[in-house]
């Protein structure tokens, strides 16, 4: 089992940047693929950027591509995703998500693990 804590939310104007950081209680961290989640008020959980249990294959949502970076150090027990030219519909509460698998998944049914999020706040 692992619990997960997110960190490093706030507010910022658009075209700024945030690293959101999410670490990992447990000694099997390296076990789990995991994945970044976002929820804007009214809307459905989707995923915005995934990593494989070794970090060497990731998934980034079409929205995201280009703008954001999933990394993991699994000697830290932390999966960091780094936001650049953010704007103001990247504005929701992100989650990050885990998965006792080498392959993240795609969808919010494939994780077995959630932390309590972390608000991101884009103002124009």
């Known amino acids: 089992q692992v619990q997960l804590l997110e960190s490093g939310g706030g507010l910022v104007q658009a075209g700024g940047s945030l690293r959101l950081s999410c670490a990992a209680s447990g000694r099997t961290f390296s076990s789990y693929a995991l994945g970044w989640f976002r929820q804007a008020p009214g809307k459905a959980r989707e995923i915005v950027a995934a990593i494989t249990r070794s970090g060497g294959s990731t998934y980034y949502a079409d929205s995201v591509k280009g703008r954001f970076t999933i990394s993991r150090d699994n000697a830290k027990n932390t999966v960091y995703l780094r936001m650049t030219s953010l704007k103001p519909e990247d504005t929701a509460n992100y989650y990050c998500?885990?998965?006792?698998?080498?392959?993240?998944?795609?969808?919010?049914?494939?994780?077995?693990?959630w932390g309590q999020g972390t608000q991101v706040t884009v103002s124009s």
């Open positions: 998500a885990a998965r006792q698998s080498q392959y993240y998944s795609r969808h919010s049914y494939g994780y077995n693990y």
